[in-house]
């Protein structure tokens, strides 16, 4: 009977360290899958492979083709400038939902935001931004014939926006500057977020009469409203701000950042913004 159980005994050790080993397998299994499928990029990966991995979205100030059939745009040409200057390619992924790209750069999937966002304190405690490249105001979009014919809607005062709807993309920082600006007048004004929406695409809406202003970065005026000649953009919201790219890592922070103090007096620097934003 005691030599039965005895046998019973190590029978159920040899089960137990059959599992036990069975588990140690699986965990590093998971530990070399998790390793495997860590995708947040370093400095290491661009110089290992030589390229810079950049997510945007579609518009003139940022990445497009333009009616050569080229590859421009403001953000893309500096960028594309300092990955040359390294000897690097870029590698651009166009997302057209802001909240989509900033996902996926905290991710670590890619390298750059290819998107000018306004530096503020709240906006710092979210992701790290390069050096700014320019300052500016944010603007409300609305229709130029309400100051000619309902003044009642047209916006010609800060104060007036009480009680009105301003739209922005869904997953832009220019929230953040909308909900200051609102503590600061001590108005009530409601921001609504649009999915999906650039800002083409919200300045189409209100020509459409969809909706009937949109906060704007004052940079892009020239490349999107002087398409819209029905819309106003006059009407400053806010003070000046710092805007700058949202970047993934430190080092290539302080790799981008030494390019742009270099260069943002020289020749081609202030070609480019003379041509896209003055």
Request: aromatic share 12%.
């Amino acid at each position: 009977m005691e030599l039965l159980e005895l046998n019973y005994y190590m029978f159920g050790m040899k089960k137990y360290y059959k599992v036990l080993v069975l588990l140690s397998i699986i965990v590093i299994i998971v530990i070399v899958v998790i390793i495997f499928l860590n995708t947040d990029r370093n400095w290491k990966d661009i110089e290992n492979s030589k390229q810079i991995k950049v997510v945007t979205t579609y518009s003139p100030i940022n990445y497009y083709v333009n009616t050569e059939g080229d590859i421009d745009g403001y953000n893309y040409t500096i960028l594309k400038m300092f990955a040359d200057s390294l000897g690097y390619s870029l590698e651009v992924t166009v997302e057209n939902n802001l909240e989509s790209c900033m996902t996926l750069l905290k991710k670590g999937d890619f390298d750059i935001l290819l998107n000018l966002f306004p530096v503020t304190l709240e906006s710092k405690s979210v992701t790290s931004f390069s050096t700014p490249l320019l300052s500016s105001h944010l603007a409300l979009v609305q229709l130029k014939s309400r100051y000619i014919n309902d003044k009642t809607c047209y916006i010609s005062d800060l104060y007036q926006l009480n009680g009105k709807k301003i739209y922005v993309e869904k997953g832009s920082f220019n929230t953040l500057v909308l909900k200051n600006l609102r503590s600061e007048l001590g108005i009530d004004y409601e921001i609504l977020e649009i999915d999906d929406a650039n800002l083409e695409m919200l300045c189409g809406m209100i020509i459409q009469d969809e909706i009937n202003y949109v906060a704007i970065d004052k940079f892009s005026e020239k490349s999107i409203i002087s398409d819209f000649p029905l819309l106003d953009a006059t009407i400053e919201l806010g003070i000046e701000q710092p805007f700058a790219w949202p970047v993934n890592d430190k080092t290539f922070k302080e790799k981008l950042d030494s390019f742009i103090i270099a260069n943002s007096n020289s020749e081609w620097f202030i070609r480019l913004n003379k041509e896209y934003l003055q």
